[in-house]
């Protein structure tokens, strides 16, 4: 359809301003499924029958993440850009006439919000997205859900895996001078 918006040599003022409206929300719909984002570094995750627990360790917050969202986050963390994760949603769900996109996309805005993700700018030539198989048996589609809790905030902030430098554990962190 983008080929004959481009290819149309002649039409009348009214259809130019129509087609000028209709190529930028292409453009607009191509850029939003080429975007990829980046894990939080302080969140770590895994995934344990079908449910990802992700804790983020600078706030001590803990997320379980259900239905179609494990299948997400594991894209993310691997470089799949909003298009890669639909398609990959599609491909592990049976998704017959429900609208993923919106779904992945609302989903996306959720762990922004928890500050789980950023957006970056790299483009990212080679995605590591799980390119498995079409033939596997497709799981019943659940939206993606994502469940935050902080009830533990204060018992996980008190773990010493907090107190390391910038390698990470089991790095321990040089004493302050006071």
């Known amino acids: 359809m983008v080929d004959a918006i481009?290819?149309?040599?002649?039409?009348?003022?009214?259809?130019?301003?129509f087609l000028h409206a209709f190529q930028k929300l292409i453009d607009h719909e191509a850029g939003t499924r080429m975007q990829r984002y980046v894990t939080n570094p302080q969140a770590i995750h895994e995934?344990?029958?079908g449910e990802t627990i992700i804790i983020d360790l600078s706030t001590g917050t803990?997320?379980?993440?259900?239905?179609?969202?494990?299948?997400?986050?594991?894209?993310?963390?691997?470089?799949?850009?909003?298009?890669?994760?639909?398609a990959a949603v599609e491909q592990a769900y049976a998704?017959?006439?429900?609208?993923?996109g919106s779904d992945v996309e609302s989903f996306l805005r959720m762990l922004e919000g928890d500050q789980l993700i950023a957006t970056t700018s790299d483009d990212g030539a080679a995605s590591a997205a799980d390119s498995a198989?079409?033939?596997?048996?497709?799981?019943?589609?659940?939206?993606?859900?994502?469940?935050k809790y902080t009830d533990m905030q204060d018992i996980i902030m008190l773990d010493p895996v907090h107190e390391v430098d910038s390698r990470g554990w089991p790095h321990a962190a040089?004493?302050?001078?006071?």
């Open 95 to 100: 998704t017959d006439a429900v609208d993923v």
């Open 174 to 178: 040089e004493a302050q001078a006071s």
């Open 6 to 17: 481009h290819k149309c040599t002649y039409v009348e003022t009214r259809d130019v301003r």
């Open 62 to 86: 803990y997320f379980s993440l259900l239905g179609a969202a494990p299948t997400i986050w594991n894209a993310l963390a691997a470089g799949a850009t909003t298009g890669e994760l639909i």
């Open 133 to 147: 198989s079409g033939a596997a048996k497709r799981l019943p589609y659940v939206q993606p859900k994502l469940e």
């Open 47 to 49: 995934t344990i029958d």
